[in-house]
């Protein structure tokens, strides 16, 4: 996997998670003010919690059709992150990244620049209002049984690639259970639906930095 395509995956998966758990949005109008509360309420659950794992199926669209299909788990502590999918594993510890292709069977090490770390760092998207994205609420009031608020950023960039993003949160709990990330023009969008999510996890920091013994026949590129 050339790191364009990498890029590209990644964006999709964090793009999308990670909005459901962090994003923030500013608004003066009424119906904002109240959308702005609920993704306030939840991105504060996250951060107070020592450690937060999730359990995830992403799946992708072209022109409404799947085109793929992806399980993954993620833990969170601060700004650390450790993500596992299928055939990728990602440790970031807050300063160095890790990227693992199970494909290629090579460990990438870099360190994320301010602008990549907005489509990779999960926190960045604490920042998301400042990037132009109008906040309101949906009509959506269930899901898979469970009573949710139904949330949607609308990119005001016309020429953004992301257009929108809606989110589903739990009125109980603030918990996020699904993300609808739309591409521009409506042919490519991603929906992620969280199955599982456990806070108040006690992680190590090891856990965020990757470990020879992980994989010890990969190959290191180290591209600092």
């Given amino acids: ?39 306030a309420k939840t991105a504060a659950i996250f951060k107070k919690n ?22 993954g788990t993620i833990h969170l502590k601060g700004e650390k992150f450790m993500l596992k999918a299928e055939g990728l594993e990602v440790w970031f510890n807050g300063r160095t990244q890790w990227s693992y292709n199970d494909q290629s ?12 770390l907005q489509t990779i760092n999960p926190y960045s998207f604490l920042n998301l209002y400042q990037q132009g994205y109008a906040c309101r609420l949906g009509t959506l009031s269930a899901f898979n049984g469970r009573a949710v608020t139904e949330i949607i950023l609308t990119s005001k960039d016309k020429r953004r690639e992301l257009a929108s993003i809606t989110l589903y949160i739990t009125k109980s709990g603030y918990q996020p259970v699904f993300v609808l990330l739309q591409q ?41």
């Fill in 50 to 71: 020592s450690g937060v794992k999730l359990d995830f199926v992403m799946r992708s669209f072209q022109n409404n059709q799947v085109d793929g299909r992806t399980v």
């Fill in 184 to 224: 521009r023009g409506n042919k490519v969008k991603t929906e992620i639906t969280v199955i599982n999510s456990l806070l108040n996890q006690n992680f190590s920091d090891a856990l965020f930095t990757y470990q020879k013994r992980t994989h010890p026949h990969a190959e290191i590129i180290d591209l600092r």
């Fill in 1 to 39: 996997m050339n790191r364009l395509v990498y890029r590209i995956y990644m964006r999709r998966v964090f793009v999308s998670f990670f909005v459901v758990c962090c994003a923030l949005a500013l608004s003066a109008k009424p119906q904002q003010e109240r959308a702005e509360v609920i993704l």
């Fill in 105 to 116: 069977q090579e460990v990438s090490v870099t360190t994320p620049t301010a602008e990549e």
